[in-house]
């Protein structure tokens, strides 16, 4: 799948302690140039990277355990 461009000011945003939103565009710089296809996002929470991920054209398998999304 080819990824598409991403414009990470239009992620959808939940605020609370441990978001990695704010550090969505710096993780997808430091694996953009991997090569893989699935990913696993054990500690997903509002879903960010998962996002971004599946912008890459990605297969990502989301698990959030936090007590903020039950």
Do not use: C
Not at 11 to 35: C, M
């Amino acid at each position: 799948m080819k990824e598409q461009s991403i414009d990470f000011k239009k992620f959808p945003t939940i605020r609370y302690q441990g978001s990695k939103r704010k550090i969505v565009d710096w993780i997808h710089a430091n694996i953009k140039n991997l090569e893989f296809h699935t990913v696993l996002d054990a500690f997903g929470g509002s879903g960010s990277v998962s996002y971004s991920l599946k912008k890459m054209g990605k297969s990502v398998t989301y698990d959030a355990r936090s007590r903020h999304f039950k």
